[in-house]
């Protein structure tokens, strides 16, 4: 029996599966779930997905509801893997990098669209067209190096990319002299039957609505927009350079959770790393000489040899599959390794929340966050209660890389929405069993206690 497919086409990454699944010959049965007419939020469906999210995927007793797992777990079981999801170790984690890519250019997109459609907003802040921009900048930093975002073929990173950016385009145009490699790119996915057949249609009824929405599609000069990057204190090439002889450096800062997640994840499987703080309100991450390691200057990131990974998530199943001992915090069968990912997409979600709070709190001066926002953070507890609630840890029966990595995202919440134990007892009992682990002592606690003495002094909560 073919997996169900709950989608709706309006919604890019409904669109990315629906490619994908034509590219690689995947067969699915589709099942049309509205979103206008709240379908998504039925009894019936939120039994399957209590996070309410389109698409999501049922296949026998697995239920997937995020679209880049989805992606990978469909190629993985169905499709064929070489090169859309290749099985070379460092070439998959150039795919899942992107793919992590693509959930940020999400959030930016979705930052315009659901003020507008929901709120009344028609014409968005400077603040988010430039947000948007940005990704623009950051995808052509990546095509001048391949042809393809994750390498010279194709990959379901490029389908996942091109639904979204395909909306994004009709908001704010590409600019090809600007970003030429990034239009390029767009004209060679364009031409694929698949986009013809599982993008288009949806993408134009999406751009309809938007039309009664907008003020602004297609009326942005981002030639006017201008960045204003304070390079801040510059480390030399020197002190960069001490450390060459390390194979595997770790920028991090402290502070951050995902640090912390890839640092408790070293703790347990005994791996040497070449530690490097970054000074981060010295934005020591917005340098040159960061920008060369990462362009989208974002903390933690690993250098091993000749490869640059600079996402928490793919860290750690980087590195448990290279030098794991054996495949307990990151199973080899695929529906296990399913409901892993879809648990560490899930902190990303938790840890944007996180930071729509702090982040205006330290860079803006925001010093009381909208009730809106803690809200939303208290929703997160909701959410993992539910995942709690027929296992012992957030992705099954032991422990994973989903515990660390929203563990440690859960831990700095805490600080920012107290967890009440009480409401939520299953996760009060999840994150007491990790606060005994000695991983957690050693690696999250100090930077924990650490980022909580910063945040009192920018947060009125």
């Not at 389908?159 to 002299?177: F, P, Q, Y």
């Not at 005994?270 to 200057?297: A, M």
């Not at 205006?360 to 966050?369: F, K, L, M, Q, T």
């Amino acid at each position: 029996m073919a997996p169900k497919f709950y989608s709706d086409d309006l919604s890019p990454p409904c669109r990315a599966v629906m490619m994908a699944c034509e590219a690689l010959k995947i067969p699915v049965e589709y099942i049309d779930t509205k979103l206008l007419n709240k379908e998504h939020m039925s009894e019936e469906y939120l039994k399957k997905n209590p996070m309410h999210t389109v698409p999501m995927l049922e296949d026998g007793d697995l239920v997937i509801h995020d679209s880049h797992v989805i992606l990978t777990y469909l190629t993985e079981k169905y499709g064929k893997t070489e090169p859309w999801y290749p099985k070379d170790l460092k070439q998959r984690a150039l795919v899942d990098q992107k793919l992590y890519f693509e959930a940020l250019l999400f959030t930016r997109v979705r930052a315009i669209t659901y003020p507008a459609m929901f709120e009344g907003v028609r014409v968005p802040s400077q603040k988010v067209i430039k947000a948007l921009v940005e990704m623009f900048e950051f995808l052509e930093q990546f095509l001048s190096r391949t042809k393809f975002v994750a390498g010279d073929h194709m990959t379901i990173a490029d389908i996942s990319l091109i639904g979204i950016l395909s909306t994004a385009n009709d908001i704010v145009r590409v600019d090809g002299k600007k970003f030429p490699k990034t239009v390029a790119w767009m004209q060679e996915m364009q031409k694929q039957s698949f986009y013809q057949s599982k993008n288009m249609e949806g993408k134009e009824k999406l751009k309809a609505i938007l039309n009664n929405f907008l003020d602004i599609i297609h009326r942005i000069d981002i030639s006017t927009l201008k960045y204003n990057i304070d390079t801040g204190k510059r480390q030399s090439d020197k002190t960069y350079g001490k450390r060459e002889r390390m194979t595997l450096k770790l920028y991090i800062l402290e502070g951050s959770p995902a640090s912390r997640s890839v640092l408790m994840l070293a703790d347990i499987l005994n791996i040497t790393l070449d530690i490097i703080d970054v000074d981060y309100f010295g934005k020591q991450h917005l340098t040159p000489e960061f920008r060369k390691i990462n362009p989208l200057h974002t903390i933690p990131v690993l250098v091993d040899g000749d490869l640059t990974l600079h996402d928490s998530h793919v860290i750690l199943t980087y590195l448990t599959e290279k030098y794991g001992r054996d495949h307990s915090l990151y199973p080899k069968d695929v529906k296990q390794r399913a409901l892993i990912d879809q648990k560490l997409y899930f902190d990303t979600l938790i840890f944007r929340r996180m930071r729509n709070v702090t982040a205006p709190a330290i860079e803006d001066g925001v010093r009381r966050p909208t009730e809106k926002l803690l809200i939303e953070l208290q929703e997160t507890y909701n959410f993992t209660e539910e995942f709690l609630s027929n296992t012992k840890y957030i992705a099954g029966e032991s422990l994973t890389l989903a515990d660390l990595s929203v563990g440690a995202t859960v831990s700095t919440i805490d600080r920012l929405v107290p967890l009440d134990a009480k409401k939520y007892p299953k996760t009060h009992a999840w994150f007491k069993t990790l606060e005994q682990q000695s991983f957690y002592q050693k690696c999250n606690k100090k930077g924990l206690e650490q980022v909580a003495a910063v945040l009192k002094n920018y947060l009125d909560l």
